[in-house]
Nanobody
């Protein structure tokens, strides 16, 4: 059974920093890697950043240059360093393992964590 556990959320003022951590246990290998998603109030869940097994990272335009994703040697633990936080970054952040979806020919989330709240005050 795959378990995905996030930690590191909290409250910061705008301009501050937070680091989120995520560990997946029992996760079968996938070249797609893992990713971070977020869901703000009354918004749809969106991809923030993902990192593939080979270390290739991708970011949403809104966080480029401010957020940095990284992983350990196993690829089962990832971190999201969030700098220069803005009020619009406030959301519940979810970690997910990714898997290759043949029908859509893309990496898609498979197993989700419970989410961790990030609050950014002005």
């Amino acid at each position: 059974q795959v378990q995905v556990v996030e930690s590191g959320g909290g409250s910061v003022q705008a301009g501050g920093s937070l680091t989120l951590s995520c560990t997946a246990s029992g996760n079968p290998f996938s070249s797609c890697g893992m990713g971070w998603y977020r869901q703000g109030s009354e918004k749809e869940r969106e991809l923030v950043s993902a990192i593939s097994a080979d270390g290739t990272a991708r970011y949403a335009e809104a966080v480029k240059g401010r957020f940095t994703i990284s992983q350990d040697g196993t690829g089962n633990t990832i971190w999201l360093q969030m700098d220069s936080l803005k009020t619009e970054d406030a959301a519940v952040y979810y970690c997910a393992t990714l898997t290759w979806e043949r029908t859509s020919w893309e990496c898609r989330p498979l197993y989700w964590g419970q989410g961790t709240q990030v609050t950014v005050s002005s």
